[in-house]
Every structure is written in structure tokens, then in C-alpha cells.
């Protein structure tokens, strides 16, 4: 990991990861293989039900559990309507009671980061790859920092997008990554569990101070408001000190109708707070259908 220019603050969950990883090292599954044969061709099925036990948290792991992977256009933030291909990780350290996506835990594929590419590349014609956009979504996808280090080396120039919940810390990835690959980092604080989760407050505050010191757009603020939180939203933001130029709003709702009953107050309240609203295109278009 390389320093963004201040100090790495590690929360107290990735550190007991690390310490884990590094005492049960000796028989982890990938040790004998070699960078070259790193392929599900080459694992055999008792290795990657291993693999599929240890996954989560590995954070030097290039296998990951992948829910789905799927073209459609981005519906929300700073990309908003650019065609992408979006590669939904598996598993997530939270667990939120409105999620819409908890179905990402469910019957995972274990696959490495050559095959995920390999795979997103069938789903877009051969001349277009190299224009689309990559979006890592989960899930919670800095659960597999290496991962994500090892499918940008497959990407060949990409725009790639990750959204994360801010648990763990954007130190965790190394800097010439985010320079070279990383396009947008979204980050959408649960703050029903800013204060139950160990160093999850210090976690977001470096992806606040990134938002003002990497020399680019990179990591944007993405607020859920379900209809009574913007006094917790705007305190949150305050708290954080965050960037204000890189603040979004977007209403909670996984259906056409929840989300239509919302955004009016919604976008109400982001000019009131001079915060950018995001809609959810997706869902007003495919309203609740998976891989839309």
C-alpha cells in the first residue's frame, strides 16, 4: 500500500483480517499455485470450496465470489447514462434491512480476475470493450482490494468505478492503482452503523480527505435519504467535512413507485443543502428486474 499523503488509518476489523490471514498463510489454497496458473481451469473443486470459505477478507486474495455480471447504463452518479458493465462481488460486512441487493450473497461464482474479464468481455462487441465502462459494485468490493488490483492489469484502459459502503479504508489500495485505473470511487455511508461498527467513522475520513487531496474527481459521497435521515445526512457530511462539490442525493427505493413518491422531497432538500441529486435511472426504466 502507498501513502495518499497522510496516515493510513486501518480499522480494527481489517487489521484482525491481516493478522488472520497471515497466521493460517501456510495452508492457504493459492500458495501453490503460480501467478500463470492461477485459473479455475486449475483449481479443482475441493480447492475453490477452500476458497469460497476464505474469500471474504483475504485481502491479498486475485479469486473473489462474484454474483453477476451484467451490461446495462449507470443510473446513478457522476457516470449517469454511460453504457457499463457492472461486476457485482459477492458478500458484504453490513447488513442493511433495506438493501435491494442481498441477493448478491446467494450461490456465488468463484472466479478468478482473468475470467471475470474474460466473461465481461463476451457481454460487449470486441470494438466497443475498450469505451465502456467498468463498474465494481456488491456486495461490498473492498472486501477484495488484490482482486480489484489484478482486474485492472486485465482491463487494458477502462474507466473503472467502484461503490463502496466505506467500511474499509481507501488506503487499503495501492495509490498507482487508483492514478492508472480507478476512475470514480463512490462511497454511500450507512450511517445507521457510523458508531455499532469499530473505526468505521475513521475509514469514511479517508475517503473525505482523498476527496480533496487525489489530483482528480475521484471519490464522490453518495447519501441515501429515506424520507426522515437528512438531519443525520447533513450532519454526517459536516462531521466528515466532506468535499461539497462531491456530495450526491439519492432517494432509497428499489421500485418505479417508491422512487417516484420520494424524489420530489428528495430534490427538494438537495437545493436547499446545495447537494447534487441522483436519480436511479435504472429502476425508472427496468423498475425492480436483476442484471438491469
Same mark, same amino acid.
Given at each position: 500500500?502507498?501513502?495518499?499523503?497522510?496516515?493510513?488509518?486501518?480499522?480494527?476489523?481489517?487489521?484482525?483480517?491481516?493478522?488472520?490471514?497471515?497466521?493460517?498463510?501456510?495452508?492457504?489454497?493459492?500458495?501453490?499455485?503460480?501467478?500463470?496458473?492461477?485459473?479455475?481451469?486449475?483449481?479443482?473443486?475441493?480447492?475453490?470450496?477452500?476458497?469460497?470459505?476464505?474469500?471474504?477478507?483475504?485481502?491479498?486474495?486475485?479469486?473473489?465470489?462474484?454474483?453477476?455480471?451484467?451490461?446495462?447504463?449507470?443510473?446513478?452518479?457522476?457516470?449517469?447514462?454511460?453504457?457499463?458493465?457492472?461486476?457485482?462481488?459477492?458478500?458484504?460486512?453490513?447488513?442493511?434491512?433495506?438493501?435491494?441487493?442481498?441477493?448478491?450473497?446467494?450461490?456465488?461464482?468463484?472466479?478468478?480476475?482473468?475470467?471475470?474479464?474474460?466473461?465481461?468481455?463476451?457481454?460487449?462487441?470486441?470494438?466497443?470493450?475498450?469505451?465502456?465502462?467498468?463498474?465494481?459494485?456488491?456486495?461490498?468490493?473492498?472486501?477484495?482490494?488484490?482482486?480489484?488490483?489484478?482486474?485492472?492489469?486485465?482491463?487494458?484502459?477502462?474507466?473503472?468505478?467502484?461503490?463502496?459502503?466505506?467500511?474499509?479504508?481507501?488506503?487499503?489500495?495501492?495509490?498507482?492503482?487508483?492514478?492508472?485505473?480507478?476512475?470514480?470511487?463512490?462511497?454511500?455511508?450507512?450511517?445507521?452503523?457510523?458508531?455499532?461498527? =469499530?473505526?468505521?467513522?475513521?475509514?469514511?475520513?479517508?475517503?473525505?480527505?482523498?476527496?480533496?487531496?487525489?489530483?482528480?474527481?475521484?471519490?464522490?459521497?453518495?447519501?441515501?435519504?429515506?424520507?426522515?435521515?437528512?438531519?443525520?445526512?447533513?450532519?454526517?457530511?459536516?462531521?466528515?467535512?466532506?468535499?461539497?462539490?462531491?456530495?450526491?442525493?439519492?432517494?432509497?427505493?428499489?421500485?418505479?413507485?417508491?422512487?417516484?413518491?420520494?424524489?420530489? =422531497?428528495?430534490?427538494?432538500?438537495?437545493?436547499?443543502?446545495?447537494?447534487?441529486?441522483?436519480?436511479?435511472?435504472?429502476?425508472?426504466?427496468?423498475?425492480?428486474?436483476?442484471?438491469?
Amino acid at each position: 500500500m502507498i501513502n495518499y499523503g497522510y496516515e493510513p488509518v486501518m480499522t480494527s476489523r481489517v487489521r484482525r483480517y491481516l493478522i488472520s490471514f497471515a497466521n493460517r498463510i501456510g495452508d492457504h489454497p493459492l500458495k501453490y499455485l503460480s501467478s500463470d496458473e492461477l485459473d479455475l481451469n486449475n483449481i479443482t473443486e475441493i480447492t475453490k470450496a477452500n476458497c469460497r470459505k476464505k474469500l471474504r477478507g483475504d485481502y491479498t486474495s486475485t479469486v473473489a465470489e462474484i454474483s453477476e455480471i451484467f451490461v446495462s447504463i449507470q443510473g446513478e452518479g457522476p457516470k449517469l447514462g454511460h453504457p457499463s458493465v457492472f461486476i457485482r462481488l459477492s458478500g458484504c460486512n453490513l447488513n442493511c434491512t433495506w438493501c435491494d441487493t442481498k441477493y448478491a450473497s446467494k450461490n456465488p461464482m468463484t472466479m478468478t480476475s482473468k475470467e471475470v474479464v474474460l466473461k465481461a468481455m463476451k457481454l460487449v462487441p470486441s470494438h466497443l470493450w475498450p469505451h465502456y465502462d467498468v463498474v465494481i459494485t456488491g456486495g461490498e468490493p473492498m472486501l477484495y482490494p488484490h482482486f480489484i488490483d489484478e482486474l485492472c492489469k486485465y482491463m487494458g484502459g477502462n474507466r473503472v468505478t467502484i461503490e463502496t459502503n466505506g467500511t474499509i479504508p481507501i488506503t487499503i489500495l495501492d495509490k498507482d492503482l487508483v492514478d492508472k485505473c480507478i476512475e470514480h470511487i463512490i462511497v454511500s455511508p450507512k450511517l445507521e452503523y457510523i458508531g455499532k461498527v =469499530a473505526g468505521y467513522y475513521d475509514s469514511l475520513k479517508t475517503y473525505s480527505r482523498a476527496s480533496f487531496e487525489l489530483p482528480k474527481d475521484v471519490v464522490y459521497f453518495k447519501y441515501v435519504h429515506d424520507g426522515s435521515n437528512i438531519g443525520d445526512i447533513i450532519s454526517n457530511i459536516s462531521q466528515l467535512v466532506v468535499n461539497d462539490r462531491r456530495v450526491y442525493l439519492m432517494s432509497m427505493g428499489a421500485t418505479r413507485k417508491e422512487l417516484l413518491e420520494l424524489d420530489p =422531497a428528495t430534490i427538494t432538500l438537495a437545493k436547499q443543502y446545495n447537494l447534487m441529486w441522483s436519480p436511479r435511472a435504472h429502476v425508472y426504466v427496468y423498475n425492480n428486474k436483476r442484471g438491469k
